[in-house]
Nanobody, 119 residues
Framework: QVQLVESGGGLVQAGGSLRLSCAAS????????MGWFRQAPGKERVFVAA?????GPYYTDSVKARFSISRVGNTLYLQMNSLKPEDTAVYYC???????????????WGQGTQVTVSS
């Protein structure tokens, strides 16, 4: 049984940093098989970051140069710097054997971790 457990969310002032972690168990996913999404209040869940098939990270435009995705073993990280109030959302770890890509619901979701950025 696949489990994705996020941690690291919290309340931070604008300009601050947080690092999210996602520990996967039950299955080993390729680099491109794990990623991050987020859902702001009243909005749809959207893609944030993942790894392409060639191993390179890619990001939604709004977080480029501020967020960094990385992975050690079966734990995925999202380093978030220069946080803005509009980054406030529940952040979800996602996994899919086909690869995590924008616009496609992955097979597995974590429970989510709240990130709140105050102005």
């Amino acid at each position: 049984q696949v489990q994705l457990v996020e941690s690291g969310g919290g309340l931070v002032q604008a300009g601050g940093s947080l690092r999210l972690s996602c520990a996967a168990s039950g299955r080993t996913f390729s680099n491109s098989g794990m990623g991050w999404f987020r859902q702001a209040p009243g909005k749809e869940r959207v893609f944030v970051a993942a790894f392409a098939w060639n191993g390179g990270p890619y990001y939604t435009d709004s977080v480029k140069a501020r967020f960094s995705i990385s992975r050690v073993g079966n734990t995925l990280y999202l380093q978030m710097n220069s946080l803005k109030p509009e980054d406030t959302a529940v952040y979800y770890c996602a996994a899919d054997l086909r690869g995590v890509v924008p616009g496609r619901n992955p097979d597995y979701w974590g429970q989510g971790t709240q990130v709140t950025v105050s102005s």
